[in-house]
């Protein structure tokens, strides 16, 4: 990645990430922004056409891969968005890559989460209820109905720069 496309690229996820956690809201229009640079970063690494499928299929793979979690009522749009809108800037591989992290550190925030909002005995009963029944995780305490508390586009920020940035951590 261009050191001045990987410093936008990066930038803008950092962006967007202090925005989730002051205001829990991931803007549409840096969505949009980082999208449409991704298209335009992917047509200038190949040819336009495969550069441009390359982008489209890294946005479908990013969200593909979190689609599932919304649906379920875990993650905001924002944050399915703002993935898919760094998948245009990954392609599908890295994309994919990302996402795994991003999971990885997405579950590692949400138990340091539970831990603060709940205290350790509560964290531990909410997770071993949890692993018999999932659908208590998707309407957290002192959280909106469908809306979680937990800033979750940290955790997607961090997925896609550690995948822009070092490329192969864990799909080689």
Same mark, same amino acid.
């Given at each position: 990645?261009?050191?001045?496309? +990987? #410093?936008? *690229?990066?930038?803008?996820?950092?962006? !967007?990430?202090? @925005?989730?956690?002051?205001?829990?809201?991931?803007?549409?229009?840096? #969505?949009?922004?980082?999208?449409?640079?991704? *298209? !335009? *970063?992917? &047509?200038?690494?190949?040819?336009?056409?495969?550069?441009?499928?390359? @982008?489209?299929?890294?946005?479908?793979? +990013?969200?593909?891969?979190?689609?599932?979690?919304?649906?379920? +009522?875990?993650?905001? /749009?924002?944050? &399915?968005?703002? *993935?898919?809108?760094?998948?245009?800037?990954?392609?599908?591989?890295?994309?994919?890559?990302?996402?795994?992290?991003?999971?990885? &550190? %997405? !579950?590692?925030? /949400?138990?340091?989460?539970?831990?603060?909002?709940?205290?350790?005995?509560?964290? &531990?009963?909410?997770?071993?209820? !949890?692993?018999?029944?999932?659908?208590?995780?998707?309407?957290?305490? +002192?959280?909106?109905? %469908?809306?979680?508390?937990?800033?979750?586009?940290?955790?997607?920020?961090? %997925?896609?720069?550690?995948?822009?940035?070092?490329?192969?951590?864990?799909?080689?």
């Amino acid at each position: 990645m261009g050191m001045l496309a +990987g #410093v936008t *690229f990066t930038a803008i996820l950092l962006l !967007a990430a202090i @925005g989730d956690l002051q205001k829990r809201r991931i803007p549409n229009r840096l #969505v949009a922004t980082l999208a449409l640079l991704g *298209f !335009a *970063f992917s &047509v200038t690494q190949r040819p336009v056409l495969p550069g441009a499928l390359h @982008g489209l299929e890294g946005l479908f793979v +990013g969200l593909a891969c979190w689609l599932p979690f919304y649906a379920m +009522g875990w993650l905001g /749009a924002g944050d &399915v968005k703002l *993935f898919a809108a760094a998948g245009a800037w990954l392609g599908p591989m890295r994309s994919l890559e990302g996402a795994l992290i991003g999971a990885l &550190v %997405g !579950a590692v925030l /949400a138990v340091l989460w539970m831990l603060k909002s709940q205290g350790v005995r509560n964290a &531990v009963q909410t997770l071993g209820m !949890a692993a018999g029944s999932p659908g208590l995780l998707s309407s957290p305490a +002192g959280g909106e109905k %469908g809306r979680s508390t937990l800033p979750y586009g940290v955790a997607i920020a961090t %997925g896609a720069i550690c995948a822009a940035w070092i490329p192969g951590l864990l799909l080689g």
